[in-house]
């Protein structure tokens, strides 16, 4: 994301947040996606983003259904720097398992996941475009700067203290109750209304449940207030592969609030998966302070004319006094 996005990934508003701090004017929120953009929601920032999903499952090797509610509930704050983010994700399922022999009702806190992110790189820090005003068409021209992405990293553990009916694994393989994730995050903004994020994990990592795991998210802003997305989650671990394609849209309802929706649907029908749910993202900014950096203010040259320029000017202002 999905990024200044205002809704989760969101491309129109997404260009406003490669300024020169984490914060921008719209609420900049990882929903209705399941990637994780690079930036930051800025520095005292605290925001939740929450939904509800209708979650069905059908295997049609082991013969069984299970149908019920997927709750989601991410908490996303920003500490000590403008680039670092301490983030919480809990996901709570409740449904019913039916097979030909018997019904039972499941509930478990199926993913519960800690960590932090760093961005490393912001291409368009220090970074300031100067207008063409001789060409419309060099200001109008292909800039292949947008393929240099953003990027951050992410370093998160898996907490697990109950049996998780929802592992993909036999009950015979016990799930440790700490795992690491660690994850590459970068991101590209394509002229003013396209995003792409793409993830990169490696979660569980030394457990029997490991996977390699990736997210691609391209986003599009349609307006100031409206957004859509498609997506690809792939996962390749020894227990469980499978691919995900999602699609959805997000509505900016204000600057601290958005709310969402979306589909998805897996590759395969061992099990088959769908999903649809709906969200809503919340941002607390009242004691966010602007953070002014220093811009860059031009090649050597330009900086060394500006200063002979200063001098002359006061040269004159000696002359007539």
Not at 218 to 238: C, P, V, Y
Request: aromatic share 14%.
């Amino acid at each position: 994301m999905k990024t200044l996005p205002s809704f989760i990934k969101i491309g129109l508003i997404l260009a406003f947040q490669f300024s020169f701090a984490q914060f921008t004017d719209e609420i900049n929120s990882n929903r209705p996606g399941r990637s994780m953009m690079a930036f930051s929601v800025g520095k005292t920032i605290i925001q939740a983003e929450s939904g509800i999903n209708y979650v069905s499952e059908d295997h049609k090797a082991l013969n069984y259904k299970a149908n019920g509610l997927l709750g989601e509930f991410d908490i996303r704050w920003g500490l000590f720097f403008e680039q670092l983010e301490f983030i919480a994700e809990i996901q709570y399922q409740k449904d019913t398992y039916t097979t030909a022999n018997f019904e039972k009702d499941r509930s478990a806190l199926k993913k519960t996941l800690i960590g932090a992110k760093y961005l490393l790189y912001d291409p368009f820090k220090n970074y300031e475009e100067k207008p063409n005003v001789y060409s419309w068409k060099a200001n109008h021209r292909f800039k292949w700067r947008q393929f240099i992405p953003a990027v951050a990293v992410y370093a998160g553990a898996n907490l697990n203290f109950t049996d998780n009916p929802y592992n993909f694994a036999p009950s015979t393989v016990e799930e440790a109750v700490i795992s690491p994730k660690a994850m590459v995050i970068a991101q590209n903004q394509f002229g003013s209304r396209w995003v792409l994020v793409t993830n990169i994990a490696y979660n569980k990592i030394g457990t029997d449940f490991a996977s390699i795991d990736y997210i691609l998210t391209l986003t599009r802003g349609f307006n100031k207030r409206w957004s859509g997305f498609i997506e690809n989650q792939g996962f390749m671990g020894d227990y469980y592969s499978d691919g995900i394609v999602r699609a959805g849209a997000a509505f900016l309802f204000n600057k601290d609030m958005q709310i969402d929706a979306s589909i998805g649907k897996n590759i395969k029908d061992t099990p088959n998966l769908i999903s649809g749910g709906i969200g809503f993202s919340w941002r607390f900014s009242k004691n966010y302070q602007e953070i002014k950096m220093e811009k860059d203010n031009g090649s050597k040259m330009d900086k060394k004319m500006k200063k002979k320029g200063k001098k002359e000017a006061k040269k004159r202002k000696d002359a007539i006094d």
